[in-house]
């Protein structure tokens, strides 16, 4: 039985360790949460276990480093953790360091993957499964699966196959590590470059109305709940848009961008940078205004903004 040390955190690591500990051929020998966070459900999966539950604000660090020797893992995984993993660690486990990462590598390396595969408008997005190097998702891949996207599809939805499906293509990697039977991929031989996100931070959900209705349709889904919402503002009340849909046929042409040109029974119609898309649901966001998602009835003329207007004039909207 090959013995597991692992570093994880959230719902895609709860997953996995159920799937984990399922298989006969693992045995996970300690648990390693996120130093800022310390998960409760798996500091309850390490009491289930009977394995020690090892917060550690430096993992990299010889003291630690030591102390994980004691249980002489074989393999270390990483699923959803936060550290810049170093040579030290990365070269401790006789199997090696391995990670889960929801992005098709070489592309979409780095943060918010299943956010950005939506944004850019893609139609599929994988999982990967690869060692641990020095850079950052660029070590040699083990396993990578592929899953369509449709057009009704948004954060949510990819995050609850990924989810799922991030815990079956690790254990899928792990049976080859156990059994020696690993092809390594070298990232650079499916693309020289690849691509790489930041993290998305505060002021990157303001939706621009002057994007083509497409890019703003993307965008609005793919940081939908359980993200922050694609954010827009009426005067001084800020606002989160759920969902809206592109209008077959709809007509491009040089007007107002942000402007309400429709009102319909399922939301308004707002014009964009090309032609106009369909908002349909929408909450307050902010302090004493936050709201449950409601449709959206503004007046025609209203202006949707990216940001709060500094000066103002009173707009006749109903809410």
């Not at 276990?49 to 010889?62: A, G, I, K, M, W």
């Not at 449709?295 to 909207?317: E, M």
């Amino acid at each position: 039985m090959m013995k597991v040390g692992y570093f994880a955190d959230g719902p895609w690591s709860h997953k996995a360790i159920e799937i984990i500990t399922d298989s006969v051929l693992f045995e996970v020998v300690f648990i390693v949460p996120r130093f800022d966070t310390q998960d409760p459900v798996l500091k309850k999966w390490a009491a289930k276990l009977e394995v020690p539950f090892l917060p550690s604000e430096n993992v990299n660090s010889p003291e630690f480093i030591a102390l994980i020797d004691g249980y002489k893992p074989d393999l270390l995984v990483s699923m959803s953790f936060n550290q810049i993993l170093k040579k030290d660690i990365i070269a401790y486990p006789p199997k090696g360091f391995i990670n889960c990462h929801a992005g098709a590598l070489p592309f979409y390396r780095g943060r918010n993957p299943l956010n950005w595969v939506l944004i850019n408008g893609e139609n599929t997005f994988g999982i990967t499964v690869h060692y641990v190097d020095e850079g950052i998702d660029t070590g040699d891949i083990i396993e990578q699966k592929h899953y369509p996207i449709s057009t009704h599809d948004t954060y949510s939805s990819l995050l609850n196959i990924a989810v799922i499906e991030c815990g079956e293509i690790l254990l899928s990697a792990m049976k080859k590590i156990s059994e020696d039977k690993v092809m390594r991929i070298t990232q650079q031989d499916i693309h020289p470059v690849g691509t790489y996100f930041g993290m998305r931070t505060v002021g990157d959900e303001n939706v621009d109305f002057n994007w083509p209705s497409v890019r703003i349709f993307n965008f609005i889904r793919a940081i939908s709940s359980p993200g922050p919402g694609a954010r827009f503002w009426v005067e001084r009340v800020e606002y989160a848009i759920e969902e809206a849909v592109l209008i077959p046929d709809a007509v491009t042409y040089i007007a107002t961008v942000g402007e309400v040109i429709g009102r319909h029974v399922e939301g308004v119609v707002v014009k964009a940078g090309d032609s106009a898309l369909l908002i349909k649901k929408i909450r307050r966001v902010g302090g004493t205004n936050e709201s449950k998602f409601f449709i959206p009835i503004f007046r025609l003329g209203t202006r949707l903004k990216s940001w709060p207007q500094a000066t103002y004039r009173v707009i006749d909207n109903e809410l």
